[in-house]
């Protein structure tokens, strides 16, 4: 799988994106093959780290830090997000059990709950550099997001 990870880099020329990509899969492969846990952040830092190290004008550059700041969002603002919006879909989540299709609905509304709160964690870390860089403010991505994600 790594493999997989390190041709896609190359073909792509080596872009923040991918390298940063690469480097958590790398982590994540590593951690699987030494049965040790792998934390989202440090293997985040630690791709910030190489690519930095190979290029330390990339910090300065905007899809290095929209790459950075949509992971950052998702690993950080994801959990509350989604447990928010369960909380508030699923208030009586005991009762839906009991009914026809009550999983189902249950299940459902776990899955919307995640597209949503994945796009709303992404968007609040990338919109403020999105307005600095590009001046643009694209409150709609929350909702495209709904529908191309699975699409995607």
Same mark, same amino acid.
């Given at each position: #799988?790594?493999?997989?990870?390190?041709?896609? /880099?190359?073909?792509?020329?080596?872009?923040?994106?991918?390298?940063?990509?690469?480097? #958590?899969?790398?982590?994540?492969?590593?951690?699987?093959?030494?049965? &040790?846990?792998?934390? =989202? /952040?440090?293997?985040?830092?630690?791709?910030?780290?190489?690519?930095?190290?190979?290029?330390?004008?990339?910090?300065?550059?905007?899809?290095?830090?929209?790459?950075?700041?949509?992971?950052?969002?998702?690993? =950080?603002?994801?959990?509350?997000? !989604? !447990?928010?919006?369960?909380? %508030?879909?699923?208030? &009586? $989540? $005991?009762?839906?059990?009991?009914?026809?299709?009550? &999983?189902?609905?249950?299940?459902?509304?776990?899955?919307?709950?995640?597209?949503?709160? /994945?796009?709303?964690?992404?968007?609040?870390? =990338?919109?403020?550099?999105?307005?600095?860089?590009? !001046?643009? =403010?694209?409150?709609?991505?929350?909702? %495209?997001?709904?529908?191309?994600?699975?699409?995607?």
């Amino acid at each position: #799988m790594f493999a997989a990870v390190v041709l896609y /880099v190359l073909l792509t020329g080596g872009r923040p994106g991918a390298v940063r990509a690469a480097v #958590m899969c790398g982590v994540l492969c590593g951690g699987v093959f030494f049965a &040790r846990p792998v934390a =989202v /952040v440090n293997s985040l830092a630690l791709a910030a780290l190489v690519i930095l190290v190979a290029s330390p004008a990339q910090l300065f550059d905007a899809g290095f830090q929209l790459s950075f700041a949509a992971v950052i969002g998702i690993v =950080v603002f994801f959990p509350a997000i !989604h !447990h928010s919006l369960l909380r %508030l879909l699923l208030r &009586r $989540e $005991e009762i839906l059990r009991l009914t026809p299709g009550g &999983r189902a609905r249950i299940a459902l509304t776990r899955w919307f709950a995640g597209l949503v709160a /994945v796009g709303a964690a992404a968007w609040l870390t =990338v919109a403020p550099i999105l307005a600095y860089y590009f !001046h643009l =403010v694209t409150p709609y991505a929350v909702p %495209l997001s709904i529908i191309f994600f699975p699409v995607v």
